[in-house]
T-cell receptor
Framework: DSGVTQTPKHLITATGQRVTLRCSPRSGDLSVYWYQQSLDQGLQFLIQYYNGEERAKGNILERFSAQQFPDLHSELNLSSLELGDSALYFC??????????FGEGSRLTVL | DQQVKQNSPSLSVQEGRISILNCDYTNSMFDYFLWYKKYPAEGPTFLISISSIKDKNEDGRFTVFLNKSAKHLSLHIVPSQPGDSAVYFCAAMNYGGSQGNLIFGKGTKLSVKP
């Protein structure tokens, strides 16, 4: 158990819809990272938040947005969903030395 | 453009033998490298790391080697065990940059046969 909690574990929705994925970092970790893993792809960095503020942005689509709340949990919002958005979405939090601790992921299926 | 490359999608090894997983990177600003292991239906878990000031780091059966001039690192598992069967991701970062912004390779699926 990494201490990072993600909900929901599985989500099935239709094209054009909007979903929200939730993440609670490990106790004491201020940073939250979101990664996407599509079929045959590695882990693609989407976005990082640190103590409520956006710290770094990766290959995140404009249809996607994220935020980190005062209690440090984070939400990733995916809108106008397309078939290609089907993927595993991982949240992670980090220790100061850089290692990331990942949640179990949210599997999104867009039909 | 892939900055971290794992050119072998899969590797099969006999139990007790050595597993060698390879990783190449292109960004000379990377100075911290990590390996993660991922089982099905689980998130990646941190395995071992190495800083660019070292060329080797060992933790039990796992050793990571770094060749900075070749921009290459490898993970050695000796002896390999069936429980090591998983997908292994190589990751790199510029530690002085956006901390925790790891760039991952696509992974190598290791199968250790009894």
């Amino acid at each position: 158990d990494s201490g990072v909690t993600q909900t929901p574990k599985h989500l099935i929705t239709a094209t054009g819809q909007r979903v929200t994925l939730r993440c609670s970092p490990r106790s004491g970790d201020l940073s939250v990272y979101w990664y996407q893993q599509s079929l045959d792809q590695g882990l693609q960095f989407l976005i990082q938040y640190y103590n409520g503020e956006e710290r770094a942005k990766g290959n995140i689509l404009e249809r996607f947005s994220a935020q980190q709340f005062p209690d440090l949990h984070s939400e990733l919002n995916l809108s106008s969903l397309e078939l290609g958005d089907s993927a595993l979405y991982f949240c992670a939090s980090s220790v100061p030395t850089g290692e990331l601790f990942f949640g179990e992921g949210s599997r999104l299926t867009v039909l | 453009d892939q900055q971290v490359k794992q050119n072998s999608p899969s590797l099969s090894v006999q139990e007790g033998r050595i597993s060698i997983l390879n990783c190449d990177y292109t960004n000379s600003m990377f100075d911290y490298f990590l390996w993660y292991k991922k089982y099905p239906a689980e998130g990646p878990t941190f395995l071992i790391s190495i800083s660019s000031i070292k060329d080797k780091n060992e933790d039990g059966r796992f050793t990571v080697f770094l060749n900075k001039s070749a921009k290459h690192l490898s993970l050695h598992i000796v002896p390999s065990q069936p429980g090591d069967s998983a997908v292994y991701f190589c990751a790199a970062m510029n530690y002085g940059g956006s901390q925790g912004n790891l760039i991952f390779g696509k992974g190598t699926k290791l199968s250790v046969k009894p």
